[in-house]
């Protein structure tokens, strides 16, 4: 286990470094010092975007590993809980009526709509600890909150508007600054502090429920906390880069047979590999090819798509 968040942790220092020198335009190593006039690419554009990447990574692995292990289901993802289409949703009303041409305004409207989806699905699942009823409630805000997106795009005021907010759900760290750091860290740090708290419930949970509660496990207390710490983290990471899915799918089934089965094993291998994983993707983007930069977004669809299609061949494969 030490090897592998060793081995994680290395790879992700090279895999910074590389974000920080990669791009359409290299920038060498000479370039840091404060007399080049290059090390303004890398102090404004490059190390905030590399540091994003980093921090958005950790935020939806780590919250993709505690979803997995809460709903004992591989094939959950953060996105089940609505958190991510209601911080969508909330990010796409500030763009619609014209409120994000300050800086702040977007992820602040952003995490508005991941905390209401958090008050609805705690009082939609009440206090009883189902996991059925916390699924369906989760899959039904999602549902809600995309007609609602839909919608907005639809009626969008002006053409610009609605390119606007598709071009955003598209996901990217694209012209991110400090501000968007400055807004993303202390939110991610203290939901992935709260998503820490789940790890011995967690393992717990793998007993069965009522093992569980035999042996001192609160499932209400269980459900808060993953509200909590998934709505902090997953909505600091969709405020700040837009919708990107997967990472949270991915990263848990990629360290799990490094890691081992115990839920509570795969939580910072699944952090530290999400944020390995996002900030290589974007690399990625940045040195394709093209004429405007692929979208983050669409790049991890472009690889998480056919990876659960691989997880349910498989899954057959292993009931059949």
């Known amino acids: 286990m030490t090897r592998l968040n060793i081995g994680l942790l290395a790879a992700l220092l090279v895999a910074a470094a ?15 010092t404060a007399a080049d006039p290059r090390s303004i690419i890398i102090v404004e554009l490059r190390l905030p975007r590399t540091i994003l990447a980093l921090l958005v990574g950790a935020a939806l692995g780590l919250s993709g590993a505690v979803m997995q292990g809460y709903l004992r289901n591989p094939l959950a993802d953060p996105g089940l809980f609505g958190v991510s289409s209601g911080a969508a949703l909330g990010a796409v009303l500030s763009l619609y009526f014209g409120y994000a041409a300050q800086a702040w305004l977007l992820p602040g409207f952003a995490l508005a709509g991941a905390g209401a989806t958090m008050a609805l699905l705690a009082l939609i699942a009440g206090r009883s600890g189902s996991l059925i009823l916390f699924t369906l409630a989760g899959m039904i805000l999602t549902s809600i909150a995309g007609s609602l997106t839909a919608l907005a795009i639809s009626l969008a005021p002006t053409p610009f508007v609605s390119s606007q907010i598709v071009t955003w759900l598209m996901g990217a760290l694209t012209d991110r600054s400090w501000d968007d750091v400055t807004i993303a860290l202390p939110l991610i740090v203290v939901g992935a502090a709260v998503l820490a708290m789940t790890a011995r419930s967690l393992d717990a949970l793998t007993l069965g429920e009522q093992a569980a509660r035999s042996i001192g496990v609160d499932p209400a207390r269980l459900q ?33 047979p ?21 900030t290589l993707a974007d690399c990625l983007v940045r040195l394709l090819p093209t004429v405007s930069e692929l979208r983050l977004g669409i790049a991890m669809s472009m690889l998480g798509g056919p990876f659960f299609l691989y997880l349910l061949i498989a899954m057959r494969r292993r009931l059949a």
Request: hydrophobic share 65%; proline share 6%.
């Open 258 to 278: 490094l890691a081992g089965n115990r839920p509570s094993a795969i939580l910072l291998p699944s952090a530290l590999g999400g944020a390995l994983l996002l």
């Open 224 to 256: 808060g906390l993953v509200i909590a710490g998934v709505a902090l983290t997953v909505g600091a990471a969709v405020a700040s880069a837009g919708v990107i899915g997967f990472v949270g799918l991915m990263v848990p089934h990629l360290v799990r």
């Open 18 to 32: 590389l974000s920080v020198a990669a791009g359409k335009v290299w920038v060498p190593w000479d370039a840091w």
